[in-house]
Nanobody, 115 residues
Framework: QVQLVESGGGLVQAGGSLRLSCAAS????????MGWYRQAPGKQRELVAV???????NYADSVKGRCTISRDNAKNTVYLQMNSLKPEDTAVYYC?????????WGQGTQVTVSS
């Protein structure tokens, strides 16, 4: 089992920045990639960014150039630095961890961007 604990969400004005953190514990040896999804009201959950154990990253087109995903292996933590935030970035952000057998999810953290 893997446990994921997120932090860093909040309310920010358009153009501002936030950094989300996701700390993993438990059977972390089984994790092959970690990242973030988000879900806005009335919309489907969408992938925001992912980083593999090898350090490869992938981003949604909507956040490219504005977001950076990184990881601190010593702390078993993944970060999502979000800059130049827009009202359309408002959503619940969920951390996920991909293992060979299943996906694990965090509880979600609210990000609200005011115009």
């Amino acid at each position: 089992q893997v446990q994921l604990v997120e932090s860093g969400g909040g309310l920010v004005q358009a153009g501002g920045s936030l950094r989300l953190s996701c700390a993993a514990s438990g059977s972390i040896f089984s994790i092959t990639a970690m990242g973030w999804y988000r879900q806005a009201p009335g919309k489907q959950r969408e992938l925001v960014a992912v980083i593999t154990n090898g350090g490869r990253t992938n981003y949604a087109d909507s956040v490219k150039g504005r977001c950076t995903i990184s990881r601190d292996n010593a702390k078993n933590t993944v970060y999502l630095q979000m800059n130049s935030l827009k009202p359309e970035d408002t959503a619940v952000y969920y951390c996920f961890a991909h293992s060979l057998s299943r996906e694990y999810w965090g509880q979600g953290t609210q990000v609200t961007v005011s115009s």
